[in-house]
């Protein structure tokens, strides 16, 4: 295993990489035995809890009948329906694997669509791992401003050549200079893509009116505008950050919770812009794509979470919200200035004197030493964090855990500090 991972983000579990042996709700058991209370839900996926029963029979029934038709099946029709009643700016469908492919589809087909070459991204949103939307992920604070634009940082080596000039990056929750960047080079550009909240740095919500804003330009230059809902999409509401905010992008990248962990994501959006791939004109391809198991994942995943009874989005809500009041009265407790900032479902925990962080140079203010020494306090109280302060609230999860989850953060808030070797810079 080079690195001895299969992702490149497990090689920052913190304390290391570990191996797991079992799953189940809101609990993993390492393959020592230990047992952790689990906030990463796997980066976001598990939002109904591991190894949950209605799913793992779905999956068990839809496998029994045949894994892998390469044709179009019932399941997979019944699903895009389903997404079509969900998400407001769905009118067509198309099921890929991951998250990464279902955005490479959307530019494409942006581009196809508009028949122009450039896209404008946002400094520190993340869209999957590819050639091309691996820039300005998590730039080091150097990077310079060209005139209204920022430059391209590479997020990788080994990206071809030349990617570069076909992406504009500006910063985020900046509504004047993307106006003024349209009003210069609307023509050039396909499509405006965004993480509707900046879910991967810092769960920063959009400023009131930047989403309506970004909206409304796009509609003037005719550029296409893409919701990357890979995070936010059945996360914080049945119909994605879309319908949570009441503003309709034209294409919008769905995955991690549809699903449950299981490989499957959706590219949706209006008509007029996906027919060029019912045409055939803009292909989008994959042997493995809306393969039996996954749909039938998909289908458990939301009819469990559309379920009226549970009403189950109120819970994770609730949930959220509980956890961060018990975090930021811990940090309050412990004199220490932390800021959480997002939604309850989602959200993220930092140690900053700032009272508030609304696009990605703010981020570094965060004392990111600081809250891995926390999330390796937290791992030593059973718990599981990701590193990079983003937390996950699963259905799975009760008020106990909770209660246990804000009681470990007390006991870290309030022990002895290891003492830090000075940083530089
Ligand atoms: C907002 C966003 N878009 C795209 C992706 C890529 O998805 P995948 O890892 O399924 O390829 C991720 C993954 O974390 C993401 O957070």
Request: net charge neutral; aromatic share 8%.
């Amino acid at each position: 295993m080079a690195g001895g991972v299969s992702s490149q983000f497990r090689a920052g579990e913190i304390p290391h990489p570990l191996f797991y042996a079992r799953a189940e709700g809101a609990r993993l058991t390492d393959v020592d035995g230990n047992e952790v209370l689990d906030f990463t839900l796997s980066q976001g996926p598990m939002i109904l809890g591991h190894s949950h029963p209605a799913v793992l029979r779905a999956v068990c029934e839809a496998i029994s009948q045949g894994q892998l038709y390469g044709a179009q099946h019932m399941a997979e029709l019944e699903l895009a329906e389903m997404l079509r009643s969900l998400i407001p700016c769905a009118e067509l469908v198309r099921f890929s694997l991951s998250g990464s492919e279902a955005v490479h589809a959307a530019l494409r087909v942006a581009r196809a669509y508009t028949r122009r070459p450039k896209f404008i991204k946002f400094e520190g949103h993340y869209h999957g791992w590819f050639d091309n939307v691996s820039f300005s992920i998590n730039p080091s604070r150097q990077e310079p401003h060209v005139s209204d634009l920022l430059s391209p940082a590479r997020w990788t080596q080994g990206i071809s050549a030349g990617l570069e000039s076909q992406l504009l990056v500006l910063p985020w929750n900046d509504l004047q200079r993307l106006q003024a960047v349209l009003e210069r080079r609307g023509s050039e550009v396909a499509a405006v893509i965004m993480e509707p909240v900046m879910c991967n740095n810092g769960c920063i919500l959009p400023c009131p009116g930047f989403l309506e804003g970004v909206r409304e330009a796009c509609d003037r230059h005719g550029v296409t505008l893409i919701f990357d809902e890979v995070i936010t999409g059945f996360r914080i509401s049945s119909g994605g950050a879309q319908k949570h905010f009441d503003v309709v992008p034209d294409l919008a990248v769905f995955g991690k919770a549809m699903a449950s962990g299981f490989p499957i994501s959706a590219l949706v959006g209006k008509r007029k812009i996906m027919e060029c791939m019912a045409a055939g004109a803009c292909i989008h391809a994959g042997t493995l794509n809306a393969q039996n198991a996954c749909v039938a994942a998909a289908l458990a995943t939301l009819r469990e979470l559309l379920n009226p009874e549970k009403d189950l989005y109120s819970k994770l809500f609730r949930l959220g919200k509980q956890l961060c009041k018990g975090l930021s009265d811990a940090g309050a407790a412990s004199r220490q200035r932390i800021l959480i900032q997002g939604l309850g479902p989602v959200f993220h925990m930092g140690f900053t004197d700032l009272d508030k962080v609304s696009n990605f140079r703010d981020t570094f203010k965060y004392d990111t030493a600081r809250y891995r020494e926390f999330c390796l306090g937290m791992r030593e109280r059973g718990v599981r964090l990701i590193g990079r302060g983003i937390w996950y609230v699963s259905a799975a999860h009760t008020e106990e855990d909770i209660n246990r989850c804000i009681h470990a953060a007390r006991e870290c808030l309030t022990a002895p500090q290891i003492p830090q070797p000075a940083r530089a810079g």
